[in-house]
């Protein structure tokens, strides 16, 4: 196994963009220490269907992007669990992405108030020194919501905000999801071939 790495998913639009990264991961042998908020749960069905909820996710996941997830190990925590492994510093978890994280759990990281696992699991990382990412999505976004992306940036998070580019020429929607996981990949200390590297030329 490649080691663990948390990912959470929350209650903003992009449910595809979490689906993407957690192929990858598992693709590439990590265990992935999955918490899903309660709007998490509903955009996963809300935006990919009845075939994505959290109870069929593997199965989902072998279908849309093939066998190779079964590389890896996932493991699904209950958001309400405030003694989950991922809640502690002694836990070996690497890093953590937060893929699409709501202007709620992004004020909660801001300000350190672990009110469930998500958030807590995002204070670990920050007060440990390891690898948050997280991946907003909002739009307009209101001052607060800026002032909250600067203060979790200011801790020591990534900020990766779910704005997909077009330099590439996307032709689906898959495309768009792939440059984003190929994004958080990134972010996460991942090589990847999910996009291009860009050569000067479009
Ligand atoms: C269909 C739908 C789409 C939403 N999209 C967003 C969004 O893109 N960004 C956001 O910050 N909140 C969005 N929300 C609102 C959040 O889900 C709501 O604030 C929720 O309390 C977030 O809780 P969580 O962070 O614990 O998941 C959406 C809600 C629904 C029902």
């Not at 070996?92 to 699409?100: F, H, T, Y």
């Amino acid at each position: 196994m490649a080691g663990k790495v948390a990912v959470a998913i929350t209650g903003a639009s992009g449910a595809i963009y979490a689906v993407r990264t957690l192929a990858e991961l598992l693709a590439r042998e990590v265990h992935v220490e999955l918490v899903v908020s309660d709007y998490g749960r509903r955009l996963l069905r809300d935006e990919l269907g009845e075939d994505a909820t959290i109870e069929k996710l593997m199965p989902y996941l072998s279908s849309k992007y093939g066998d190779k997830v079964n590389a890896g190990f996932l493991t699904i925590h209950s958001n309400r669990d405030l003694g989950a492994t991922i809640a502690s510093g002694s836990h070996n978890c690497s890093a953590m992405a937060i893929v699409p994280c709501s202007m709620k759990t992004l004020a909660g990281i801001a300000h350190g108030l672990s009110r469930n696992l998500v958030e807590r699991a995002a204070d670990v990382m920050l007060k440990e020194r390891r690898r948050l990412v997280i991946v907003p999505r909002e739009t307009p976004m209101s001052l607060p919501a800026l002032r909250n992306m600067v203060l979790c940036a200011e801790a020591g998070a990534m900020i990766v905000p779910a704005m997909p580019a077009f330099y590439q020429q996307p032709a689906s929607l898959d495309d768009l999801a792939d440059f984003m996981a190929g994004k958080i990949l990134s972010a996460l200390g991942f090589e990847h071939d999910l996009y291009p590297a860009w050569t000067g030329k479009a």
